[in-house]
């Protein structure tokens, strides 16, 4: 599969999580909370395919969600759960890369 593709496929299934998990939570303005927590976390999912470093699959892809999700976790001051969902996502992101990426 291309990287491409593959980037396409794993945001939408990394940004549908992060927002699946968000829906019972109560926020000031929840639309707005959700949208950003999905957009950031599809651009997690988007890149790790494409992006290539001199390191393991998973490390990438690690290095990649901890960079794009410190941003956030900053503003929020939520940093376990941010930070721990996007190392998470990340590597797992990174073996399906290495997996299936061409």
């Known amino acids: 599969m291309s990287h491409l593709t593959l980037g396409i496929i794993c945001g939408l299934a990394f940004g ?7 829906v019972p939570m109560q926020f000031p303005d929840k639309r707005a909370a959700i949208s950003a927590a999905f957009i950031n ?8 395919p494409l992006v290539t470093l001199p390191t393991p699959y998973w490390a990438t892809g690690l290095i990649v969600a901890l960079l794009l999700s410190i941003p956030p976790a900053i503003v929020t001051k939520a940093y376990a759960p941010i930070l721990g969902l996007g ?6 992101i990174g073996f399906v890369s290495g997996k299936f990426g061409n």
Do not use: D
């Open 87 to 92: 190392a998470i996502g990340g590597v797992i």
């Open 41 to 48: 976390r599809f651009a997690i999912g988007l890149l790790i």
């Open 16 to 22: 549908a999580v992060a927002a699946a998990v968000m």
